[in-house]
């Protein structure tokens, strides 16, 4: 099956900095990712929509400055999130969709842990 | 996107079949029924698509009414390892990003 990368796994931060995280399609290429953030006992929520090439497309509520997403080619998007802030401690999740089957799976990443001291 | 709406919780004994009901009633002609499942601290794994017609593969049955308004995930022989949240989701376009519910959660006993 499709499988999708992220780095770092987890990451421990202070509070101020920026932190980057990479996804990976390994084995197809997806002209769309998607990042996903999930707080502990929720549901997974959509932040934004990634589009290979242009701008991304940020879900309301989500700060497009605080959140800065790249999708500069078919199988690398990468999410920083800039001046972390305890708050922004979550498990944030990349998705990729395949864009050669009909019905355009979406396959997810591992997530990455972020805790912001 | 139409809404699901699934059971918070469930239990099902190791080495049975577990069978995980979604409502979506108010799903269109277009839309496919889509099962995922998230286990503890990681990514949701796909398991199992359709859109008409019963599905399976090698981990998983879908079984979809006729008049498309509830399906069934069926795990035919559960593990201790099928212990996961499962959720159904409906897409209307296969362009349009998953939107997660809050999901069944099954817990597998020995």
């Known amino acids: 099956g499709a499988v999708v990368s992220q780095h770092p796994s987890r990451v421990i931060c202070k509070s101020g900095t920026s932190v980057k995280i990479e996804c990976r399609s390994l084995?197809?290429?997806?002209?769309?990712m998607f990042w996903y953030r999930q707080f502990p006992k929720q549901s997974l929520m959509l932040m934004a929509t990634?589009?290979?090439?242009?701008?991304?497309?940020?879900e309301q509520g989500v700060e497009k400055d605080k959140f800065l997403i790249n999708h500069a080619s078919l199988t690398l998007s990468t999410l920083t999130v800039t001046s972390a802030h305890p708050e922004d401690s979550s498990f944030y999740i990349c998705?990729?969709?395949?864009?050669?089957?009909?019905?355009?799976?979406?396959?997810f990443g591992p997530g990455t842990r972020l805790l912001v001291l | 996107d139409a809404k699901t709406t699934q059971p918070p919780s469930m239990d099902c004994a190791e080495g049975r079949a577990a069978n995980l009901p979604c409502n979506h009633s108010?799903?269109?002609?277009?839309?496919?029924v889509y099962w995922y499942r998230q286990i503890h601290s990681q990514g949701p794994q796909y398991i199992i698509h359709?859109?008409?017609n019963n599905e399976t593969n090698e981990m998983a049955s879908l079984i979809i009414t006729e008049d498309r308004k509830s399906s069934t995930l069926i795990l035919p022989h559960a593990t201790l390892r099928d212990t996961a949240v499962y959720y159904c989701?409906?897409?209307?376009?296969?362009?349009?990003?998953?939107?997660f519910g809050k999901g069944t959660r099954l817990s597998v006993i020995a």
């Open positions: 990634s589009n290979e090439g242009s701008k991304a497309t940020y």
């Open positions: 998705s990729a969709r395949a864009t050669k089957t009909s019905t355009e799976t979406q396959y």
């Open positions: 084995d197809f290429q997806a002209t769309t």
């Open positions: 359709g859109l008409k």
């Open positions: 108010t799903i269109s002609g277009n839309e496919y």
């Open positions: 989701i409906v897409r209307w376009l296969a362009s349009t990003p998953l939107v």
